[in-house]
Nanobody
Framework: QVQLGESGGGLVQPGGSLRLSCAASGGTFSSYTMGWFRQAPGKEREFVAVVRSNGGSAYTTHSVNGRFTISRDNAKNTVYLQMNNLNPEDTAVYYC????????????????????WGQGTQVTVSS
Protein backbone atom coordinates (compact mmCIF):
# COMPACT_ATOMS: atom_id res chain seq x y z
CA GLN A 1 0.00 0.00 0.00
CA VAL A 2 1.44 3.33 -1.08
CA GLN A 3 1.02 6.38 1.09
CA LEU A 4 1.69 9.97 0.07
CA GLY A 5 2.17 12.93 2.37
CA GLU A 6 2.46 16.57 1.30
CA SER A 7 4.18 19.35 3.20
CA GLY A 8 5.41 22.87 2.64
CA GLY A 9 2.16 24.75 2.23
CA GLY A 10 1.39 27.98 4.03
CA LEU A 11 0.58 31.66 3.73
CA VAL A 12 2.70 33.71 1.36
CA GLN A 13 2.46 37.21 -0.06
CA PRO A 14 1.91 37.80 -3.78
CA GLY A 15 5.18 37.45 -5.63
CA GLY A 16 6.54 35.06 -3.04
CA SER A 17 7.71 31.46 -3.32
CA LEU A 18 6.99 28.12 -1.71
CA ARG A 19 8.31 24.63 -2.24
CA LEU A 20 5.93 21.77 -1.72
CA SER A 21 7.19 18.29 -0.98
CA CYS A 22 5.43 14.96 -1.27
CA ALA A 23 7.01 11.96 0.39
CA ALA A 24 5.99 8.46 -0.62
CA SER A 25 6.16 5.28 1.39
CA GLY A 26 5.53 1.75 0.20
CA GLY A 27 5.88 0.52 -3.35
CA THR A 28 8.68 1.37 -5.76
CA PHE A 29 8.71 5.14 -6.01
CA SER A 30 11.17 5.24 -8.89
CA SER A 31 8.70 3.42 -11.14
CA TYR A 32 5.79 5.80 -10.65
CA THR A 33 4.71 8.89 -12.53
CA MET A 34 3.95 11.66 -10.03
CA GLY A 35 1.62 14.58 -10.44
CA TRP A 36 0.49 17.70 -8.61
CA PHE A 37 -3.08 18.94 -8.65
CA ARG A 38 -4.85 21.76 -6.86
CA GLN A 39 -8.38 22.54 -5.82
CA ALA A 40 -9.65 25.99 -4.96
CA PRO A 41 -12.88 26.50 -3.00
CA GLY A 42 -15.90 25.86 -5.18
CA LYS A 43 -13.82 24.64 -8.08
CA GLU A 44 -12.90 21.28 -9.51
CA ARG A 45 -9.54 19.72 -8.92
CA GLU A 46 -7.17 20.82 -11.68
CA PHE A 47 -3.92 19.50 -13.06
CA VAL A 48 -0.79 21.47 -12.23
CA ALA A 49 2.26 19.39 -13.15
CA VAL A 50 3.51 15.89 -13.81
CA VAL A 51 6.90 14.20 -13.90
CA ARG A 52 7.77 10.81 -15.28
CA SER A 53 9.35 8.07 -13.17
CA ASN A 54 12.95 8.86 -14.10
CA GLY A 55 12.46 12.62 -13.96
CA GLY A 56 13.36 12.91 -17.62
CA SER A 57 10.03 14.33 -18.74
CA ALA A 58 8.10 16.95 -16.85
CA TYR A 59 5.13 19.12 -17.80
CA THR A 60 3.23 21.98 -16.23
CA THR A 61 -0.13 23.45 -17.05
CA HIS A 62 -0.18 26.68 -19.03
CA SER A 63 -1.25 28.92 -16.17
CA VAL A 64 1.87 28.08 -14.15
CA ASN A 65 4.44 27.76 -16.94
CA GLY A 66 7.57 29.68 -16.11
CA ARG A 67 6.59 29.98 -12.44
CA PHE A 68 6.23 26.39 -11.16
CA THR A 69 8.71 23.56 -11.55
CA ILE A 70 8.14 19.92 -10.73
CA SER A 71 11.06 17.69 -9.84
CA ARG A 72 11.76 14.49 -7.99
CA ASP A 73 14.45 12.77 -5.97
CA ASN A 74 14.01 9.04 -6.30
CA ALA A 75 16.66 8.38 -3.67
CA LYS A 76 14.46 10.24 -1.17
CA ASN A 77 11.11 8.97 -2.51
CA THR A 78 10.03 12.58 -2.82
CA VAL A 79 8.51 14.80 -5.49
CA TYR A 80 8.66 18.59 -5.27
CA LEU A 81 6.77 21.54 -6.62
CA GLN A 82 8.74 24.76 -6.62
CA MET A 83 6.32 27.67 -6.90
CA ASN A 84 7.63 31.15 -7.67
CA ASN A 85 5.94 34.47 -8.31
CA LEU A 86 2.78 33.28 -6.63
CA ASN A 87 -0.45 35.19 -7.09
CA PRO A 88 -3.83 35.01 -5.31
CA GLU A 89 -5.23 32.80 -8.08
CA ASP A 90 -2.80 30.10 -6.96
CA THR A 91 -4.59 29.79 -3.62
CA ALA A 92 -5.80 26.21 -3.27
CA VAL A 93 -5.25 22.91 -1.58
CA TYR A 94 -2.41 21.20 -3.41
CA TYR A 95 -2.38 17.42 -3.77
CA CYS A 96 0.25 15.04 -5.00
CA UNK A 97 -0.80 11.91 -6.81
CA UNK A 98 0.74 8.72 -8.14
CA UNK A 99 0.09 6.97 -11.41
CA UNK A 100 1.22 3.38 -11.89
CA UNK A 101 0.03 2.40 -15.35
CA UNK A 102 2.43 4.43 -17.50
CA UNK A 103 -0.34 6.28 -19.29
CA UNK A 104 0.39 8.71 -22.08
CA UNK A 105 0.97 12.30 -21.08
CA UNK A 106 -2.36 13.56 -22.38
CA UNK A 107 -4.12 11.21 -19.97
CA UNK A 108 -2.18 12.47 -16.99
CA UNK A 109 -4.10 15.73 -16.85
CA UNK A 110 -7.13 13.75 -15.72
CA UNK A 111 -7.26 13.30 -11.95
CA UNK A 112 -9.30 10.14 -12.43
CA UNK A 113 -6.28 8.38 -13.92
CA UNK A 114 -4.21 8.55 -10.74
CA UNK A 115 -4.05 5.64 -8.35
CA UNK A 116 -3.06 7.17 -5.01
CA TRP A 117 -3.45 10.62 -3.48
CA GLY A 118 -2.03 12.55 -0.58
CA GLN A 119 -4.15 14.41 1.94
CA GLY A 120 -3.30 17.83 0.52
CA THR A 121 -1.56 20.94 1.79
CA GLN A 122 -3.08 24.42 1.85
CA VAL A 123 -1.41 27.23 -0.06
CA THR A 124 -2.77 30.73 0.52
CA VAL A 125 -1.46 33.71 -1.40
CA SER A 126 -2.57 36.95 0.18
CA SER A 127 -1.22 40.29 1.29
Amino acid sequence: QVQLGESGGGLVQPGGSLRLSCAASGGTFSSYTMGWFRQAPGKEREFVAVVRSNGGSAYTTHSVNGRFTISRDNAKNTVYLQMNNLNPEDTAVYYCALENRRLIISSLRDAGNYDYWGQGTQVTVSS
